[in-house]
């Protein structure tokens, strides 16, 4: 009786895999999180910003054919279009067709074209990224809610100066960076276009 040894005894055997099952069990662990952290990254990300691409020349030179932007879907959610400012709406309020253009002008505002010259409320615009002045003339009043735009390829671009008006509940958000072609990266963002040719005429 004395011989005999316990059968509850552990016995130490070296060939146990719980050190590979350890180690597969982290690898597993740390591959889901990381797949669930870029998930919810992405959707972030979607939910803030959208890509997009430019597929006409109406922005030319600014934005030419290829191009692919970054929009904020929330910029106007905490503060309001500028003049200058490049947006995304949706045409007609159409989900399906979404165009790119440049605010001129805001609620209240008086536009007019004439002369090849754009001027709100009376005040001369100083655009720099035109390669070609306007070459038809008109004069409208932005009503409360719309929003004024036009291309920067001015005479071979459909926007206000053809059809009127975008509502702002059309609009997508705000282009803030050329992201492609490399050599292209750059901000669209700038100071607003009246406030600084009202400064540069005093």
């Known amino acids: 009786m004395d011989n005999l040894t316990s059968s509850t005894e552990p016995e130490n ?4 895999p719980s050190g590979k099952n350890t180690s597969s069990l982290g690898f597993w662990r740390d591959l889901f999180e990381t797949i669930l952290m870029a998930v919810l990254l992405f959707l972030v990300l979607n939910t803030v910003t959208s890509r997009v691409r430019v597929y006409n020349i109406s922005m030319e030179p600014t934005l030419k054919q ?3 932007l970054v929009v904020n879907k929330l910029a106007y959610r905490f503060g309001d279009p500028k003049h200058g400012d490049v947006i995304v ?4 309020g159409d989900t399906s067709e979404d165009y790119i253009k440049r605010v001129i002008g805001l609620p209240g505002d008086q536009v007019e074209v004439s002369q090849g010259v754009v ?3 009376g005040v001369p615009l100083t655009e720099p990224y035109l390669n ?3 070459s038809y003339a008109n004069i409208w009043t932005v009503p409360e809610g719309k929003l004024f735009v036009l291309g920067d390829n001015r005479n071979y671009s459909s926007d206000s100066h053809e059809w009127g008006f975008v509502d702002e509940s059309w609009v997508v958000g705000k282009a803030v960076v050329i992201y ?4 292209q990266i750059r901000l669209l963002t700038g100071p607003d276009l009246v406030k600084a040719a009202s400064v540069s005429s005093q």
Not at 13 to 16: A, H, I, K, L, S
């Open 180 to 183: 492609w072609p490399l050599d």
């Open 89 to 92: 709406f949706h045409f007609q």
């Open 13 to 16: 055997n070296p060939e146990t």
């Open 132 to 134: 070609e002045l306007p």
């Open 66 to 68: 290829g191009y692919l």
């Open 119 to 121: 001027k709100v409320n």
